[in-house]
């Protein structure tokens, strides 16, 4: 049977570009220049959607470096391959708990807008830590609160109803657990970002 998360984001892959305004990409822009991305990083972009991130990574990474996403919805991740073209552009269909990627590859990955839908966020948590390099930033980021986030999710319903960030001290446990370091958390109107370093 068909994961009910996956047909909610496969039927959403059209339309999910029209869901970001103008002033949520120049947002992000901002947010983007503010993490840790030099030029010729390797970078993945766990539960990409259709790339929103793309254009502004790949530009900062340059020909030496990549981004790579993953989605566990097919159809995002062809779309995100449409709307990207890019020789430094990777596109790969595959759940963010199963990682298709050897150990210490890349030197920074992100969560926008996609950890509240991981089934499970440990896990999710487990995988980041085990592809990146050591002490390199796992970013997990929303153009929203963690409060605000939770009533949009039970607004839009269905298989998204109940998907939540965890409380701080929550993810303090996971991160925690999976090795990670120096977890620092902005939670406030418009925002949420939360970073920690590898440790290995």
Same mark, same amino acid.
């Given at each position: 049977?068909?994961?009910?998360?996956?047909?909610?984001? /496969?039927?959403? $892959?059209?339309?999910? /570009?029209?869901?970001?305004? =103008?002033?949520?990409?120049?947002?992000?822009?901002?947010?983007?220049?503010?993490?840790?991305?030099?030029? %010729?990083?390797?970078?993945?972009? !766990?539960?990409? %959607? &259709?790339?929103?991130?793309? +254009?502004? *990574?790949?530009?900062?990474?340059?020909?030496?470096?990549?981004?790579?996403?993953?989605?566990?919805?097919?159809?995002? $991740?062809?779309? #995100?391959?449409?709307?990207?073209?890019?020789?430094?552009?990777?596109?790969? /269909? #595959? /759940?963010?708990?199963?990682?298709?990627?050897?150990?210490? &590859?890349?030197? *920074?990955?992100?969560?926008?807008?996609?950890?509240?839908?991981?089934? +499970?966020?440990?896990? =999710?948590?487990?995988?980041? @830590?085990?592809?990146?390099?050591?002490? $390199?930033?796992?970013? !997990?980021? @929303?153009?929203?609160?963690?409060?605000?986030? &939770?009533? !949009?999710?039970?607004?839009?319903? %269905? #298989?998204? =109803?109940? +998907?939540?960030?965890?409380?701080?001290?929550?993810?303090?446990?996971?991160?925690?657990?999976?090795?990670?370091?120096?977890?620092?958390?902005?939670?406030?109107? %418009? *925002?949420?970002? #939360?970073?920690?370093?590898?440790?290995?």
């Amino acid at each position: 049977m068909h994961d009910p998360h996956q047909q909610f984001f /496969d039927q959403l $892959a059209q339309e999910w /570009d029209f869901t970001f305004t =103008a002033e949520d990409l120049e947002r992000l822009s901002h947010i983007v220049d503010k993490l840790e991305v030099a030029e %010729g990083m390797e970078i993945l972009d !766990i539960g990409c %959607g &259709t790339g929103i991130l793309f +254009d502004l *990574l790949r530009r900062k990474v340059g020909t030496g470096g990549s981004v790579t996403g993953v989605d566990f919805s097919l159809e995002m $991740a062809e779309k #995100a391959h449409r709307n990207f073209p890019f020789p430094n552009v990777n596109v790969v /269909d #595959a /759940d963010a708990l199963s990682l298709p990627f050897a150990d210490s &590859t890349f030197d *920074l990955v992100i969560a926008f807008a996609s950890f509240p839908h991981f089934a +499970d966020q440990q896990r =999710a948590v487990d995988e980041a @830590h085990r592809i990146l390099k050591s002490g $390199a930033p796992f970013y !997990i980021i @929303h153009l929203e609160s963690s409060r605000e986030l &939770t009533d !949009i999710h039970r607004r839009v319903g %269905g #298989a998204v =109803a109940n +998907d939540e960030l965890p409380d701080e001290s929550r993810l303090r446990e996971m991160f925690e657990h999976s090795k990670f370091v120096d977890l620092t958390i902005e939670d406030h109107p %418009g *925002l949420y970002l #939360a970073r920690a370093a590898s440790s290995k």
